[in-house]
């Protein structure tokens, strides 16, 4: 009887984690931890559990089952459909070019082949970083904010900056050319939830730190209920692809890119083995989305084609 009950422990196990990970998340702090903590924790139970009831010959089938909940949840089964769109979009965490020259982190972004590039993290250092980046570049044109760069070969029509409350990051919004039609694109680095003062039991910061985003996501949704037309969000928005700010961003601004048009976990964070880097687009459908593997950054770069 413990090893059937072993395996359906394992599949409601699953469940439970998932289900509270997805649709209370952010609401209380526990359910927090679940929403943000890596989704392959899910499977470590795995091989023990079927290699249990496969032993014993019971309770194999729903072991099976709750592993392939957990691959599934952990994105290990996403595979999507691809093929090449004719409008590149590039996002990328460059760490302040700690990891890199400006010469090297040209040649990734050349290599891509972006018709658009989104930077997080661009306060590069030392100061002559950024003359240098857009010198290897020719092209592209270049706007900044606070600790976003946006660069385009697209015509820019207007460019403007927002604020973000709880830190000293700005939002940038490029409205760009595309086809004959405008296109605005929003390039966002949202703040982190400190899940690692939870081992602290500085749930007061836990708390502060959640209680920041969820403001900074309302200034993007405002951002998406004025924006008319077509309309994307790339950048670092430190948020895995479940949970209750994950799904409002998409509400206002479109599905998830590497949702629709990606394969494998897509782990942009891939210390921690997180998909935290997203784009987010209506009135654009995404054809291909994949991640590159480069050193220039502790992030990996998110490449969406779109049609």
Known sequence: MFRSRLALCYLLFVTL????????????????????????????????????????RRGLATALAGTLLAAWGAGSLHWRPQHPGPLRVL???????????????????????????????????????????????????????VEVMTLTRLPVLTAETVDLPGNQREVLMTRLQWRGQPLTVVNAHLGTVQVMDALAQDFAYLKLTRDRREAQAQVLQRIAARS?????????????????????????????????????????FPS????????????????????????????????????
Do not use: C
């Open 17 to 56: 984690i998932w289900g509270l990970g997805e649709f209370v998340g952010e609401w209380t702090l526990p359910t927090l931890l679940l929403a943000y903590a890596p989704a392959t924790l899910w499977l470590l139970p795995a091989p023990f559990v079927v290699l249990w009831t496969a032993l014993r």
């Open 91 to 145: 996002d990328y965490n460059v760490n302040s070019g700690y990891k890199s020259t400006p010469e090297r982190l040209a040649a990734v972004l050349k290599g891509a082949d972006a018709d658009v590039i989104l930077l997080q993290e661009s306060n590069f250092q030392p100061r002559g970083y950024p003359a240098a980046l857009a010198a290897a570049l020719p092209g592209y044109s270049v706007h900044s904010a």
């Open 228 to 268: 008319a037309g077509r309309l994307l969000l790339g950048g670092d928005l430190n948020t895995p692809p479940r949970g209750l700010i994950y799904r409002k961003l998409q509400a206002a601004f479109g599905p998830d890119a590497f949702a629709q048009a990606g394969r494998g976990p897509g782990w942009t």
């Open 272 to 307: 921690l083995r997180v998909r935290i880097d997203h784009q987010m687009a209506r009135g654009l459908t995404p054809t291909r989305a994949t991640i590159l593997a480069v050193t220039e950054s502790d992030h990996l770069p998110l490449v969406v084609d779109y049609r």
